[in-house]
């Protein structure tokens, strides 16, 4: 009988042609209804899941009755309850390394972005306000040669690094659960405890992944630490940072400015950080390019389908139980 795969977000349209080739295919929709309502009917009798930005836990999964695998579009897998996972035996993949120079770039974007106040003085120009020679207010802060603190050096941590030093010159300082000797060599990195990167950073880059222990790592008590010209850069998970903290620091002048792609709560449709000039906000787009995403949807096709061939999908991410 064929085999039944439940596809929870959008997907490259490439990619869902194939998976049409090969199973059933049935597409959640939320035009369609209720979600919940929807992958607990589809998922009695599914083998697979893929998508992406989706919490998927015991709640939603309880109907599943033979699923042996999700294959989640994405590097990061918070959204995902891996302990109830691991007790059902179901496999759970993901996207790494693909996106990571794209990520990387992304985070670039954000701190001279936030650094030069590109979009606010974008906004400023076209709204005619360009009578005089620009002043204080309209002034940015250096790059080149300035120290770059990155918390978290897994494999996108590292690519900004990369850029930091290589492109711009950077003095690098990280924070990591480990000190990385032979990635950082060549780029000089040098480990430092959190609070003396905040203190000494001119640039602040949150690159780590999001468990128990990075929850909420930058609070207020953090922005306190950095320094009032520092640019703080978010690309890894809202929830590492208090949100709250973040607005009272860019509204009070703690730091001079921010950028992020990631919210406690996503899609992020009001906010406080809407109303401040000296943020740029992006909606969650790291990997958001075309290639790069269509390498992902490759990635999490081939898991999908090694998972459903009886063979050990590459990239797992929980227990490779005999499945
Ligand atoms: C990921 O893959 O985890 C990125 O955040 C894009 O969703």
Request: no cysteine.
């Given at each position: 009988m064929q085999k039944k795969v439940v596809v929870f977000s959008q997907i490259d349209t490439e990619i869902l042609e194939k998976l049409q080739a090969r199973y059933q295919v049935v597409i959640i929709n939320p035009k369609m209804g209720d979600v919940n309502e929807q992958m607990q009917r589809e998922l009695v009798d599914a083998d697979g899941m893929i998508g992406a930005g989706r919490v998927l836990n015991e709640k939603n999964?309880?109907?599943?009755?033979?699923?042996?695998i999700i294959s989640s579009?994405?590097?990061?897998?918070?959204?995902?309850d891996l302990s109830y996972l691991n007790q059902k035996k179901i496999w759970l993949s993901h996207t790494p390394h693909v996106l990571t120079e794209t990520t990387a770039d992304l985070a670039f974007t954000l701190l001279m972005s936030a650094a030069r106040q590109v979009p606010n003085l974008d906004q400023w120009t076209k709204q005619g306000q360009w009578k005089r020679t620009v002043g204080t207010a309209q002034f940015g802060q250096d790059i080149f040669g300035k120290t770059l603190g990155i918390i978290g050096l897994g494999h996108i941590g590292a690519a900004v690094a990369r850029r930091g030093f290589y492109g711009f010159n950077m003095n690098i300082l990280y924070h990591n659960r480990r000190e990385k000797i032979e990635l950082v060599q060549p780029l000089n990195a040098q480990y430092r405890s959190l609070k003396d990167l905040l203190q000494q950073s001119d640039f602040v880059v949150v690159a780590v992944d999001l468990n128990a222990d990075s929850k909420?790592?930058?609070d207020a008590n953090a922005f306190d630490l950095m320094q009032k010209h520092a640019v703080f850069v978010n690309?890894?998970?809202?929830?590492?940072?208090?949100e709250q903290a973040l607005t009272e620091a860019l509204q009070q002048g703690k730091i001079f400015s921010a950028g992020l792609d990631?919210?406690?709560?996503?899609?992020?449709?009001?906010?406080?950080?809407?109303?401040?000039?000296?943020v740029v906000t992006l909606p969650?787009?790291?990997?958001?390019?075309a290639e790069t995403r269509k390498k992902m949807a490759n990635l999490a096709y081939q898991n999908l389908v090694d998972a459903l061939e009886a063979r050990t999908p590459r990239y797992l991410v929980n227990e490779n139980f005999s499945n």
């Open positions: 999964l309880a109907t599943a009755q033979k699923l042996k579009v994405s590097v990061g897998y918070d959204n995902y909420a790592l930058i690309i890894s998970r809202g929830s590492v940072v208090d990631v919210y406690q709560k996503e899609p992020l449709q009001v906010s406080p950080l809407f109303s401040l000039e000296n969650h787009v790291g990997s958001a390019t």
